[in-house]
Protein backbone atom coordinates (compact mmCIF):
# COMPACT_ATOMS: atom_id res chain seq x y z
CA UNK A 1 0.00 0.00 0.00
CA UNK A 2 1.61 3.37 -1.05
CA UNK A 3 1.17 6.36 0.77
CA UNK A 4 1.05 9.83 -1.58
CA UNK A 5 2.97 11.66 2.15
CA UNK A 6 5.40 8.68 2.17
CA UNK A 7 5.58 7.59 -1.75
CA UNK A 8 5.45 10.84 -3.15
CA UNK A 9 4.16 10.64 -7.23
CA UNK A 10 7.33 9.83 -9.83
CA UNK A 11 9.98 8.56 -7.33
CA UNK A 12 11.41 5.54 -8.36
CA UNK A 13 12.93 4.17 -4.91
CA UNK A 14 16.63 2.50 -4.90
CA UNK A 15 16.79 -0.33 -2.44
CA UNK A 16 19.81 -0.93 -0.25
CA UNK A 17 21.44 -4.43 -0.22
CA UNK A 18 19.96 -7.55 0.26
CA UNK A 19 23.51 -8.78 2.27
CA UNK A 20 21.74 -5.88 4.94
CA UNK A 21 19.87 -8.57 6.36
CA UNK A 22 22.93 -10.71 7.33
CA UNK A 23 24.34 -7.86 9.51
CA UNK A 24 20.75 -7.22 10.86
CA UNK A 25 20.66 -11.08 11.92
CA UNK A 26 24.20 -10.78 13.52
CA UNK A 27 23.33 -8.01 15.62
CA UNK A 28 19.33 -9.50 16.50
CA UNK A 29 22.00 -12.61 17.16
CA UNK A 30 23.99 -10.82 19.74
CA UNK A 31 21.35 -8.60 21.07
CA UNK A 32 19.41 -11.68 21.88
CA UNK A 33 21.47 -14.30 23.36
CA UNK A 34 23.00 -11.32 25.53
CA UNK A 35 19.76 -10.35 26.73
CA UNK A 36 17.52 -13.36 26.98
CA UNK A 37 21.03 -15.22 28.85
CA UNK A 38 20.88 -12.35 31.62
CA UNK A 39 17.13 -12.86 32.30
CA UNK A 40 17.46 -15.97 32.54
CA UNK A 41 19.71 -15.74 35.44
CA UNK A 42 17.05 -16.00 38.04
CA UNK A 43 15.77 -18.84 36.16
CA UNK A 44 19.00 -20.58 36.87
CA UNK A 45 19.61 -19.20 40.66
CA UNK A 46 15.95 -20.47 41.55
CA UNK A 47 16.63 -24.17 40.18
CA UNK A 48 20.17 -24.17 41.62
CA UNK A 49 18.35 -23.22 44.83
CA UNK A 50 20.22 -20.63 45.38
CA UNK A 51 17.32 -17.72 45.35
CA UNK A 52 13.95 -18.17 46.78
CA UNK A 53 12.51 -15.18 44.77
CA UNK A 54 11.10 -14.89 42.44
CA UNK A 55 8.61 -17.91 42.23
CA UNK A 56 9.29 -20.43 39.13
CA UNK A 57 6.71 -19.63 36.85
CA UNK A 58 7.61 -16.02 36.89
CA UNK A 59 11.39 -16.82 36.61
CA UNK A 60 10.15 -19.22 33.31
CA UNK A 61 7.93 -16.54 32.06
CA UNK A 62 10.69 -13.48 31.74
CA UNK A 63 12.62 -15.26 28.97
CA UNK A 64 10.06 -16.87 27.21
CA UNK A 65 8.59 -13.34 26.63
CA UNK A 66 12.01 -12.03 25.26
CA UNK A 67 12.33 -15.01 23.26
CA UNK A 68 9.21 -15.15 21.86
CA UNK A 69 9.90 -10.79 21.08
CA UNK A 70 13.05 -11.67 19.84
CA UNK A 71 11.75 -14.07 17.43
CA UNK A 72 9.29 -11.35 16.57
CA UNK A 73 11.75 -8.94 15.67
CA UNK A 74 13.80 -11.83 13.48
CA UNK A 75 10.72 -12.54 11.13
CA UNK A 76 10.47 -8.61 10.43
CA UNK A 77 14.27 -7.94 9.96
CA UNK A 78 13.66 -9.21 6.04
CA UNK A 79 10.96 -6.97 5.72
CA UNK A 80 12.20 -4.08 7.41
CA UNK A 81 15.18 -4.10 5.13
CA UNK A 82 13.22 -4.11 1.74
CA UNK A 83 11.15 -0.94 3.28
CA UNK A 84 14.63 0.61 3.02
CA UNK A 85 15.01 3.31 0.42
CA UNK A 86 16.38 6.04 -1.23
CA UNK A 87 16.31 8.73 -4.30
CA UNK A 88 18.08 11.27 -5.31
CA UNK A 89 16.29 14.11 -6.99
CA UNK A 90 17.84 17.53 -8.18
CA UNK A 91 17.63 19.80 -4.53
CA UNK A 92 17.81 16.92 -2.25
CA UNK A 93 17.60 13.29 -1.15
CA UNK A 94 14.55 11.15 -0.03
CA UNK A 95 15.49 8.37 2.66
CA UNK A 96 12.20 6.02 3.25
CA UNK A 97 12.06 3.20 5.90
CA UNK A 98 9.73 1.73 7.88
CA UNK A 99 6.38 -1.18 7.54
CA UNK A 100 4.40 0.10 10.07
CA UNK A 101 6.20 3.42 11.31
CA UNK A 102 6.56 4.37 7.67
CA UNK A 103 9.01 7.58 7.04
CA UNK A 104 10.46 9.56 4.59
CA UNK A 105 12.95 12.06 5.43
CA UNK A 106 13.84 14.53 2.55
CA UNK A 107 17.32 16.24 3.29
CA UNK A 108 18.20 19.21 0.98
CA UNK A 109 21.94 18.93 -0.66
CA UNK A 110 22.31 23.16 0.75
CA UNK A 111 21.58 21.71 4.22
CA UNK A 112 24.21 18.89 4.33
CA UNK A 113 27.65 19.65 6.40
CA UNK A 114 29.25 16.66 5.71
CA UNK A 115 28.85 13.30 4.84
CA UNK A 116 29.78 10.52 6.59
CA UNK A 117 30.73 6.80 5.41
CA UNK A 118 31.08 4.01 8.14
CA UNK A 119 31.93 0.42 8.02
CA UNK A 120 31.54 -2.38 10.84
CA UNK A 121 33.48 -5.36 10.81
CA UNK A 122 30.38 -7.23 9.30
CA UNK A 123 29.92 -5.16 6.88
CA UNK A 124 33.41 -5.14 5.98
CA UNK A 125 33.13 -8.67 5.47
CA UNK A 126 29.84 -8.32 3.31
CA UNK A 127 31.58 -5.16 1.31
CA UNK A 128 28.62 -2.81 2.52
CA UNK A 129 28.60 0.50 4.26
CA UNK A 130 26.42 3.35 6.20
CA UNK A 131 26.26 6.91 4.68
CA UNK A 132 25.37 8.99 7.41
CA UNK A 133 24.18 12.64 6.28
CA UNK A 134 25.08 15.90 9.02
CA UNK A 135 23.11 18.58 8.48
CA UNK A 136 22.63 22.34 10.51
CA UNK A 137 20.05 20.36 12.60
CA UNK A 138 21.04 18.49 15.49
CA UNK A 139 17.53 16.18 15.07
CA UNK A 140 18.20 14.88 11.98
CA UNK A 141 19.64 11.19 11.93
CA UNK A 142 19.65 10.80 8.49
CA UNK A 143 21.07 7.60 7.32
CA UNK A 144 21.57 4.57 4.96
CA UNK A 145 22.91 1.90 6.16
CA UNK A 146 23.57 -1.43 3.68
CA UNK A 147 24.72 -0.20 0.89
CA UNK A 148 27.40 -1.57 -1.20
CA UNK A 149 30.68 0.23 -1.09
CA UNK A 150 31.04 1.38 -4.15
CA UNK A 151 27.57 2.76 -4.27
CA UNK A 152 28.24 4.66 -0.69
CA UNK A 153 31.48 6.58 -2.17
CA UNK A 154 29.72 7.30 -4.94
CA UNK A 155 26.94 8.39 -2.90
CA UNK A 156 29.35 10.56 -0.70
CA UNK A 157 31.26 12.28 -3.46
CA UNK A 158 28.26 13.15 -5.12
CA UNK A 159 26.27 14.81 -2.28
CA UNK A 160 29.19 16.39 -0.98
CA UNK A 161 30.02 17.66 -4.76
CA UNK A 162 25.97 18.20 -5.08
CA UNK A 163 25.77 20.12 -1.08
CA UNK A 164 28.84 22.14 -2.12
CA UNK A 165 27.37 23.83 -5.17
CA UNK A 166 24.07 24.41 -3.45
CA UNK A 167 25.84 25.81 -0.31
CA UNK A 168 27.85 28.14 -3.21
CA UNK A 169 24.63 29.56 -4.40
CA UNK A 170 23.08 30.80 -1.43
Same mark, same amino acid.
Not at 27 to 49: D, H, K, M, Q, Y
Given at each position: ????????????? !???????? %????????????? %??? +?????????? @???????? !????? $??? %? $?? !?? #? $? /??? #????????? *?? =?? *?? &???? +????? =???????????????????? %?????????? +????? #?????? =???????? !??????? &????? /???? =??????? @?
Amino acid at each position: MHTVAIDPPGIQW !LRVSPKYV %TVRLVEWAIRNVI %TIG +LFSLPLLFVE @LGWWKWPP !LWLAV $AVP %T $AF !LL #L $A /LWR #LVLIPRQVR *AI =GY *AE &RDDD +LLIRR =GIFFQRTMVVPYGRMQFVDV %TVGPVERLLG +LCTLK #LHTASA =GTNAHLPG !LPAVEGA &RLREQ /LSAR =GEARLAG @L
